[in-house]
């Protein structure tokens, strides 16, 4: 029954994916009821049987099928995986955590060709493609964990000679490591623009010197750098003066390690930008710290800066722009105003005007609390758009204490003694612990959103948890780096302060549970049209409960795609679960059970085959610590005709 009508709803619909950029661009539909053969779903196990394990060599065995690679399955050496499959012109691709690049069957998920990396991992949230020029064939572009850049041809997953080195180019250029260890690996794809290739990168998160995350451009045809844009600006650079004294020189952090988009009409990349090293103390760099947590247009041929808003003055909470910019119109008094919607971890949805950068609906500069760590200099204000609402909690009191069941509440109120709490924008206490919402996870994070634009309605999964942290100064009778205290937390190692003992997620570790009440995730609907809130639904069910407490939501990585046809799709939860919700209403329309979390944005295509599909990477694991208990790629579509 509810099959049937998720299958009613599609019927021919087109998926807008805002998450990804519209990269997979066709029409689904999905079961009207199980079948009773095994062709709905269709699964590929990611994993490789260690006999048929791809030789080491770059490009090795690229072109051979090797029956049965891929399908091997097991609890040893699982791996997590937050990729998202494309399909261009019948193929799926995608990048493994088991070192490889496959290409698929996208109606058999029979394996075509597999490319393993000679070192390192491939960007752990997928690939990209070309489709290539009277020069060169289509190629699939991706970056690896120790920062290398490569083009496989297509068809074969064979190197492109022609690029760099036989395929290959070094991120790790002098420039970019600015004479420090590190390394400028790629953990999401990079986005074409023409012939460019247009790559951020992961830097890190401390110490405070490293890798620079600056954002550059490189020729598909040769892999020549081609433009660079200075993430932090250089002596004589505008905004340079954002940085105290010398802090700019040698910072790392301020990188995109998320999803950029291209308006290719404009010829303008957004760039999601994140916060500078350390991310969660600035008292070495006084200042509003520019171009850290910002969006940055920039023009796509020559890396030129356009313009830029900051969502974050002064960042200290890691509160990256993760999730791709989404290229939408908000319709106002019968004329179509082209946007970009930009959304940071702390859930703040700012709506700008695409050319210009300047808000739709207003932005204001409200007081926020101080620090009161002795060298660390805070915003006085920071930025709240006027429309819409926060997406997610920033504030909390001891009557927000989860009630759920006895036992949480209890072990919640120990959590919670002698902590600062209150908020937005809490800094880091001094001496004692304080609760941040939402922590430094999100809120939102690199799934960031996807949209609907004959509803208007933008669509938004977030998570609802915590984050307790404090710093004193730092025991001068110990030796080696300073330590911070608590999953998530982090000091400077050379720096005068380290961690305060408690500090972590706010949650009952033994139950899994939020301390806070529900809903713990959440998915809501956002009418760009008029800024207010469509719908808000919970998202995700607590196993653990019973039946009538367990919709509670729950934390999660991945974004959703909207359809046309009036659904829209999202795994990511812990629950492990996959599902379909009404567009329109947020009605939750269907469900399925998976072998491990799904922490990844799903896709759909049109198959051969002439049925519509959707597909979801389904392996546990992830930022949340769910078990590692899958390694699957698992398409839906309807059963073919009897």
């Given at each position: 029954m509810m099959r049937a009508l998720v299958g009613a709803l599609l019927g021919a619909a087109i998926a807008i994916s805002a998450s990804y950029h519209a990269r997979s661009k066709a029409t689904w539909t999905t079961a009207e009821s199980a079948p009773a053969s095994n062709e709905w779903p269709t699964v590929y196990h990611m994993k490789p049987p260690e006999a048929a394990a791809v030789p080491a060599e770059a490009g090795a065995d690229a072109d051979a099928p090797a029956q049965g690679r891929g399908r091997g399955r097991g609890g040893a050496g699982l791996a997590g995986s937050e990729t998202t499959p494309i399909v261009a012109d019948g193929v799926m691709y995608l990048s493994t955590p088991y070192n490889r690049v496959v290409a698929l069957d996208p109606t058999t998920g029979k394996e075509m060709w597999a490319f393993r990396l000679p070192s390192g991992s491939p960007s752990t949230r997928g690939v990209e493609y070309w489709p290539g020029d009277r020069e060169t064939p289509p190629q699939i572009v991706f970056g690896s964990s120790n920062g290398r850049?490569?083009?496989?041809?297509?068809?074969?997953?064979?190197?492109?000679?022609?690029?760099?080195?036989?395929?290959?180019?070094?991120?790790?250029?002098?420039?970019?490591?600015?004479?420090?260890?590190?390394?400028?690996?790629?953990?999401?794809?990079?986005?074409?623009?023409?012939?460019?290739?247009?790559?951020?990168?992961?830097?890190?998160?401390?110490?405070?010197?490293?890798?620079?995350?600056?954002?550059?451009?490189?020729?598909?045809?040769?892999?020549?750098?081609?433009?660079?844009?200075h993430t932090v600006p250089r002596a004589g650079e505008k905004y340079n003066d954002t940085w105290a004294a010398q802090s700019w020189k040698n910072r790392s952090g301020v990188n995109v390690w998320g999803f950029m988009t291209v308006d290719v009409q404009r010829g303008i990349v957004y760039m999601p930008l994140g916060a500078p090293s350390v991310d969660q103390y600035g008292g070495d760099r006084a200042g509003d710290n520019?171009?850290?947590?910002?969006?940055?247009?920039?023009?796509?041929?020559?890396?030129?800066?356009?313009?830029?808003?900051?969502?974050?003055?002064?960042?200290?909470?890691?509160?990256?722009?993760?999730?791709?910019?989404?290229?939408?119109?908000?319709?106002?008094?019968?004329?179509?105003?082209?946007?970009?919607?930009?959304?940071?971890?702390?859930?703040?949805?700012?709506?700008?005007?695409?050319?210009?950068?300047?808000?739709?609906?207003?932005?204001?500069?409200?007081?926020?609390?101080?620090?009161?760590?002795?060298?660390?200099?805070?915003?006085?204000?920071?930025?709240?758009?006027?429309?819409?609402?926060?997406?997610?909690?920033?504030?909390?009191?001891?009557?927000?204490?989860?009630?759920?069941?006895p036992e949480l509440e209890a072990a919640c109120k120990k959590l919670i003694e002698g902590v600062q709490i209150g908020g937005p924008y809490l800094p880091v206490s001094y001496n004692r612990l304080r609760l941040q919402f939402p922590g430094n996870h999100g809120g939102v994070n690199w799934g960031g959103t996807s949209f609907n634009p004959q509803l208007g309605y933008l669509f938004v999964n977030t998570n609802e948890l915590g984050q307790l942290a404090g710093i004193r100064d730092r025991d001068p009778n110990t030796t080696g780096p300073a330590q911070a205290a608590g999953v998530g937390n982090?000091?400077?190692?050379?720096?005068?302060?380290?961690?305060?003992?408690?500090?972590?997620?706010?949650?009952?570790?033994?139950?899994?549970?939020?301390?806070?009440?529900?809903?713990?995730?959440?998915?809501?609907?956002?009418?760009?049209?008029?800024?207010?809130?469509?719908?808000?639904?919970?998202?995700?069910?607590?196993?653990?409960?019973?039946?009538?407490?367990?919709?509670?939501?729950?934390?999660?990585?991945?974004?959703?795609?909207?359809?046309?046809?009036?659904?829209?799709?999202?795994?990511?939860?812990?629950?492990?679960?996959?599902?379909?919700?009404d567009a329109k209403t947020g009605k939750e329309l269907w469900t399925v059970k998976l072998g491990g979390a799904a922490q990844a944005t799903p896709s759909t295509y049109l198959g051969k085959d002439g049925r519509q599909y959707v597909v979801i990477t389904s392996t546990g694991g992830g930022f949340f610590d769910s078990p590692l208990t899958d390694d699957s790629i698992m398409a839906f579509a309807l059963p073919r005709s009897r």
């Open positions: 850049l490569f083009s496989l041809d297509a068809k074969t997953g064979k190197p492109n000679e022609t690029f760099g080195d036989k395929g290959v180019v070094n991120l790790n250029t002098p420039e970019i490591l600015q004479g420090l260890p590190g390394s400028n690996g790629l953990s999401s794809p990079p986005i074409m623009y023409r012939h460019l290739i247009i790559t951020g990168g992961r830097t890190q998160e401390n110490p405070p010197k490293g890798p620079a995350g600056d954002v550059r451009a490189w020729d598909i045809h040769t892999g020549k750098l081609v433009w660079t844009f520019l171009f850290g947590t910002s969006l940055v247009a920039a023009d796509a041929n020559t890396g030129k800066y356009l313009w830029h808003f900051q969502v974050v003055h002064h960042d200290i909470w890691d509160a990256d722009l993760t999730g791709a910019p989404a290229l939408i119109d908000v319709r106002q008094s019968g004329r179509a105003i082209p946007a970009v919607a930009v959304i940071n971890k702390v859930g703040l949805l700012f709506l700008l005007d695409r050319a210009s950068g300047k808000p739709i609906y207003g932005v204001e500069e409200r007081p926020v609390p101080q620090s009161e760590v002795p060298l660390e200099r805070t915003s006085k204000t920071q930025p709240f758009p006027l429309k819409p609402a926060p997406l997610a909690r920033m504030t909390m009191t001891m009557a927000d204490i989860a009630t759920v069941t982090r000091v400077d190692p050379d720096g005068p302060y380290q961690g305060i003992p408690g500090g972590g997620r706010f949650k009952d570790a033994a139950s899994n549970m939020m301390c806070q009440q529900p809903p713990w995730g959440q998915l809501t609907a956002v009418n760009v049209n008029t800024g207010e809130f469509a719908w808000r639904v919970p998202l995700g069910v607590t196993d653990s409960l019973p039946p009538e407490k367990q919709k509670t939501g729950r934390p999660g990585n991945g974004g959703s795609i909207a359809t046309a046809g009036g659904l829209v799709f999202v795994g990511a939860t812990d629950d492990s679960r996959f599902r379909a919700f």
